[in-house]
């Protein structure tokens, strides 16, 4: 199929050093630019791209990458597979039949929206040194990322007590404690009214006390009780982490969680979007990335920031994600994922950073990692490694590099991220090429 047809830009054999980056690389496949040097690169408002095995001030670098493009023939040759290492804590799991009768309304379907696992990214989670899997999801009577869909998101889970191979039944997220049930399964939302959503790209993280800290976030209501848009944009959502902890025998998790961050519309109009968390060294600190929006609006686009200092309970005031320096990131309404490395232990962060000021969710280009400073809370901004960006000769300008997954070796430390390079091909239908980039750390 065209959709999956694209310029074939691959890197060839590779002479790895020690430090696991590329001393080498050789790049065949259509020409792509040039520096005066003759080397390979792809250019960017924001920086050059990563050449292979070029390592930065940071340490990182790119050891390969696999990119297709969208609106090119179809002779070019199939893309190679992702260089992704099995992970023992993110495991594969089988499939979630979808449809479902719905458990609500009587007579009706549910999509259902559950990863196949692999990635860090995926809601899948094993408990170390026990066979126990977590799986999360959602399901809505809608299609996903539509109105009709994301105004009824509901987030399910299922649990294995073998290493993820069988699972027991789906069943809703529901807070423990008096008053919270099918109908009203998390603080502040009412099923049939709004909705309460995980999505595949953040990481669950243990904490440091055992606990299972869920990224997750949901659709408020307005002072008239129906679903709250005070800058009419397409959705205005709120963060917060669900906080699971294991029965004793692991074959269920009671959930609780601590208080929505509390999105201010003045100064973020679409809410705070898909967060992301880190513990940081401090037991029970955690560190809160949510994504932002300026829908019709004069605002800057911006990445929020907040602390909990008692393992996701409350949080600090939100404020923009900067860099060292002080000066925020520009960056469109789309996720973001933190993470910290098993290798190294540092904080890596990835996502869009623009060069010039965004309108709602665009540009979402480039695409970049970066190392986050404990100390201060933001991205260090000479460790920022550009992975991607929009190529004029083949991407429109609503090319999107957005909505990937990150997958760890859990040996050796690298990051694939895997992402389809969204664009709109000659009849206008917004399609996929898929990519990825293959990230070592030091």
């Not at 009214?193 to 243990?206: G, H, L």
């Not at 669900?242 to 100064?267: F, H, Q």
């Given at each position: ?314 949080w600090s005031k939100v404020e923009p994600f900067t860099y060292t320096d002080g000066d925020p990131l520009l960056s469109p309404g789309a996720c973001s994922t933190l ?104």
């Amino acid at each position: 199929m065209k959709i999956w047809a694209g310029k074939w830009i691959a890197s060839g054999a590779l002479a790895v050093l020690a430090t696991g980056c590329v001393q080498r690389a050789e790049v065949s496949g259509p020409r792509v630019p040039a520096d005066a040097s003759g080397v390979n690169v792809l250019k960017t408002d924001f920086g050059v791209v990563a050449q292979i095995g070029a390592t930065n001030k940071a340490g990182l670098c790119v050891l390969d990458r696999e990119l297709r493009y969208l609106n090119t023939a179809n002779s070019n040759p199939p893309a190679r597979p992702a260089p992704i290492v099995p992970d023992p804590l993110r495991p594969a799991v089988p499939p979630v039949p979808s449809p479902m009768p719905s458990p609500y309304i009587a007579g009706i379907q549910e999509n259902v929206y559950f990863s196949s696992g692999h990635a860090l990214t995926a809601n899948v989670f094993r408990e170390p040194g026990k066979p126990w899997v977590v799986h999360l999801g959602i399901i809505s009577p809608g299609l996903g990322d539509t109105m009709e869909g994301c105004k009824a998101y509901r987030t399910w889970y299922r649990v294995s007590t073998d290493e993820g191979k069988t699972f027991g039944p789906l069943k809703p997220v529901i807070l423990k404690g008096d008053g919270y049930n099918l109908a009203h399964p998390v603080k502040g939302v009412w099923v049939a009214t709004n909705s309460y959503a995980v999505d595949e790209t953040r990481p669950i993280v243990r904490a440091s006390n055992g606990e299972i800290m869920v990224p997750f976030g949901y659709w408020p209501l307005g002072p008239d009780g129906k679903l709250y848009r005070p800058a009419h944009g397409f959705t205005y959502w709120d963060s917060g982490v669900l906080i699971g902890r294991w029965t004793p025998d692991g074959s269920d998790i009671e959930w609780t969680m601590g208080t929505w961050l509390g999105a201010d519309p003045k100064r973020m109009p679409r809410g705070l979007e898909e967060p992301t968390i880190v513990e940081l060294r401090t037991p029970g600190e955690f560190l809160l990335v949510a994504r932002g929006g300026n829908d019709g609006t004069d605002l800057p686009g911006r990445k929020w920031v907040t602390v909990s200092r008692d393992y996701c309970r409350t949080w600090s005031k939100v404020e923009p994600f900067t860099y060292t320096d002080g000066d925020p990131l520009l960056s469109p309404g789309a996720c973001s994922t933190l993470l910290r490395s098993r290798k190294n232990g540092r904080i890596y962060w990835i996502g869009n950073i623009a060069a010039q000021p965004t309108q709602g969710n665009s540009p979402r280009y480039p695409l970049v990692i970066g190392e986050v400073d404990e100390n201060s809370r933001s991205l260090i901004r000479e460790s920022v490694l550009v992975l991607d960006t929009r190529q004029p000769e083949y991407d429109s300008q609503r090319m999107q590099l957005s909505n990937f997954h990150v997958h760890e070796d859990p040996e050796s430390g690298r990051l694939t991220v895997k992402l389809s390079r969204c664009d709109y091909d000659e009849s206008n239908k917004f399609r996929g090429a898929p990519c990825w980039y293959l990230a070592g750390v030091p």
